[in-house]
């Protein structure tokens, strides 16, 4: 199973900006569609943004034109770039895989993909 690791979470006030960063451990990186998934507390888990293999990205419409996704398969690397932060957009934030063109949704990342351990993002007002 591929091994995700997240970075750049923490606290920042709105307005402001953070880069989340998800290594994957292995080489078949660019084979597998990649997402970030967050979870504010007492709410579900829900997706924020996913980028295919053809770089092909998605975002859910509460960040759309704020977040910006993208990877680097050369470094086995996702980022989550997070601009004009609010404070609804706290939560913790997790790193996503799903092998090759499935489509990413929980149930297929709990069977066919891998988590990250999650970071947490706090915007205050």
């Known amino acids: 199973q591929v091994q995700l690791v997240e970075s750049g979470g923490g606290l920042v006030q709105a307005g402001g900006s953070l880069r989340l960063t998800c290594a994957a451990s292995?080489?078949?990186?660019?084979?597998?569609?990649m997402g970030w998934y967050r979870q504010a507390p007492g709410k579900q888990r829900e997706l924020v943004a996913s980028?295919?293999?053809?770089?092909?990205?998605n975002y859910a419409d509460s960040v759309k034109g704020r977040f910006t996704i993208s990877r680097d398969n050369a470094k086995n690397t996702v980022y989550l770039q997070m601009n004009s932060l609010k404070p609804e957009d706290t939560a913790v934030y997790y790193c996503?895989?799903?092998?090759?063109?499935?489509?990413?949704?929980?149930?297929?990342?709990?069977?066919?993909?891998?988590w990250g351990q999650g970071t947490q993002v706090t915007v205050s007002s």
């Open positions: 996503a895989l799903v092998r090759g063109t499935m489509q990413m949704t929980i149930a297929t990342i709990d069977v066919f993909g891998s």
């Open positions: 980028i295919t293999t053809q770089s092909s990205t």
């Open positions: 292995r080489n078949s990186f660019m084979f597998n569609t």
